[in-house]
């Protein structure tokens, strides 16, 4: 079965610092990959996503996110964050073939 | 409407007792999720219908957990005899697309705590 894993539960930032919070994924086949959202008190919403093509995707609010296929990995990134970054971040990776599989989630909190 | 509404937002029950929790999703989406997340968890994934076909309800925990949904239009997830380990966030998503290139829309959530 598939799985997703994101390897900071939790992490602390002050603003103007960067970012990156990790995401592997255990699939052998095509995958089509998100980064989803939840800031507080709002809907999860979709932050970026890849299908295909270039492995660096550009997202909403200057994130960005590679895909390494040879690593299964999705890292998320952002080169200086805000506190309005304060988030849960989730990623999720869908295989051609069945549903969707969410990680855990990472709370970032961006200190003023 | 403009987005994924579900209803209702807070619900507290007995344990025993059976609860009804209602998504309607984006008008003219034909697939619908239905999510379960714990305090400190992922998402769950739970029931998934996507038009005419038979819903994909390998996510359901248990037989006291049941989803039906009307056409393309309103969904309904029932918790019968509830259990203090049902409590969580339910999350419904829909999405206008078929296959895996599927933005999900996501609602606000309930939370169901069983007491």
């Known amino acids: 079965a598939q799985s997703v894993s994101q390897h900071n539960h939790h992490v602390i930032l002050s603003e103007a610092a960067s970012l990156e919070l990790g995401c592997n994924y255990s699939?052998?086949?095509?995958?089509?990959l998100f980064w989803y959202v939840q800031y507080p008190g709002q809907h999860l919403q979709l932050l970026l996503k890849?299908?295909?093509?270039?492995?660096l995707v550009k997202g909403i609010k200057g994130f960005e996110a590679e895909f390494i296929k040879s690593k299964f990995s999705f890292n998320l990134r952002k080169p200086s964050v805000q506190w309005s970054d304060t988030a849960e971040y989730f990623c999720?990776?869908?295989?051609?073939?069945?549903?969707?599989?969410f990680g855990d989630g990472t709370t970032l909190t961006v200190k003023p | 409407g403009a987005g994924v509404s579900q209803s209702p937002s807070n619900k507290v029950t007995e344990k025993g007792k059976d609860v009804e929790l209602r998504c309607d999703p984006i008008?003219?989406?034909?697939?619908l999720y239905w999510y379960r997340q714990r305090l400190g968890q992922g998402l769950e994934f739970l029931i998934y219908?996507?038009?005419?076909?038979?819903?994909?309800k390998s996510g359901l925990p248990s037989d006291r957990f049941s989803a039906e949904r009307t056409g393309e239009s309103v969904s309904t997830l029932t918790i019968q005899r509830t259990q203090q380990e049902d409590s969580a966030v339910y999350l419904c998503?829909?999405?206008?697309?078929?296959?895996?290139?599927?933005?999900?829309?996501f609602g606000a959530g309930t939370r169901l705590s069983v007491l």
């Open positions: 008008s003219g989406h034909t697939a």
């Open positions: 998503a829909s999405s206008a697309e078929q296959g895996t290139k599927n933005i999900q829309y």
């Open positions: 219908f996507q038009g005419n076909s038979a819903p994909d």
């Open positions: 699939y052998g086949g095509t995958v089509n």
């Open positions: 999720a990776v869908t295989p051609s073939a069945g549903k969707s599989t």
């Open positions: 890849y299908f295909s093509g270039d492995p």
